[in-house]
């Protein structure tokens, strides 16, 4: 199955040859100002190392790997977050990297998926990932370990749609001390940072509450929320689908049931379906040619040597080596040799 680069959310957006889009409302909607002032900043940042190829040629190789989600790679974590699209190319490299741990059946705790995770992006947060394992283990102790498949399918959730689960959060919690449901509260930048220390507070709040709050009412609040969020939410026919099959639901039961959703996920569309997650094509090419040059290399008791021979094939394919195409080639390369071992064994 292949998946979109770009997620179905960016696709269906304002066609940029429709008449009646101004030319304002497309930048401001495809986040293309935002791509040309980061394409100008690292150009300025390493205008020696670009400066050789041609200006012309960088900002066309800059677009073209955003449009083929390589752009994410070793990038801080503001910037991986700062778009739909960025979002969902993390997602989709995060998976591509490491899925060689769904295939062997690996659990990994919560501290381990962080330092998966911030090989690709070194300053990513734990908090994201500790929200992503109270989803997969419904708030229980979140130092038990996770299959990769449910990690990444709760971390896809969390990640993709921060901002709209810290505000439906609050509204769960004004629901469980009584408060009234019509206060939808939409968090400001400042309220989101502090919102690890709201969902700790959660923690103890729900090992009192188990039975969670009526699916009828926080179903009000969240449409009337939808109404007014500028951030991408899940779509409402998907929640209101979930919060239709119970009589209570808790926060947690509710972001289980939506990382699951299909429809959720395909909207998204940085992920197959659950079925073919662990089926990847184009990297099993990859890793095939690999495992050719290993078998015919003289020196072929080394992997490394492999490695470092496939890396000068791909070196030599571009002739612009920037910096974060080389940690990509480097990184790719690498996860090749792990899953290269694992066959060999």
């Not at 101004?22 to 670009?50: P, R």
Request: net charge negative; glycine share 2%; proline share 3%.
């Amino acid at each position: 199955m292949s998946v979109s680069t770009l997620s179905p959310e960016m696709t269906t957006r304002m066609n940029r040859f429709n008449s009646t889009i101004t030319a304002d409302e497309y930048l401001a909607d495809s986040n293309v100002l935002f791509y040309l002032s980061d394409a100008v900043t690292q150009l300025l940042e390493h205008k020696e190392e670009y400066s050789q190829f041609g200006v012309t040629r960088y900002f066309a190789e800059y677009f073209s790997s955003v449009k083929n989600s390589n752009h994410v790679l070793f990038r801080e974590y503001n910037y991986i977050r700062a778009t739909s699209h960025n979002r969902a190319s993390f997602i989709r490299v995060f998976w591509r990297c490491f899925r060689q741990i769904g295939k062997s059946g690996d659990l990994l705790s919560v501290l381990e998926y962080r330092s998966l995770l911030q090989l690709l992006c070194p300053d990513f947060p734990v908090e994201i990932v500790q929200s992503a394992a109270r989803i997969v283990l419904m708030d229980d102790a979140i130092d038990c370990l996770m299959s990769f498949s449910d990690f990444l399918y709760a971390f896809q959730l969390q990640f993709y749609y921060q901002e709209f689960l810290d505000s439906v959060l609050v509204i769960y919690q004004d629901l469980l001390a009584g408060k009234s449901p019509n206060t939808v509260i939409v968090p400001t930048s400042t309220s989101i940072e502090q919102l690890p220390s709201v969902a700790a507070e959660e923690n103890d709040k729900e090992e009192h509450q188990q039975d969670g709050v009526e699916p009828s009412t926080l179903a009000q609040c969240i449409d009337a929320l939808c109404d007014r969020f500028k951030h991408s939410h899940p779509t409402r026919s998907c929640m209101k689908e979930v919060l239709e099959q119970t009589d209570k639901v808790s926060y947690y039961s509710l972001l289980m049931s939506l990382a699951k959703h299909e429809t959720i996920n395909q909207t998204i569309g940085a992920l197959p379906s659950k079925a073919e997650l662990l089926i990847d094509p184009e990297m099993d090419q990859e890793l095939d040619k690999l495992i050719a040059q290993i078998s015919v290399s003289p020196s072929s008791n080394s992997s490394g040597s492999a490695v470092g021979g496939l890396k000068d094939v791909q070196r030599k394919a571009s002739p612009r080596r920037n910096i974060h195409h080389r940690r990509k080639i480097e990184v790719e390369s690498d996860g090749s040799t792990e899953e290269t071992d694992s066959s060999e064994n």
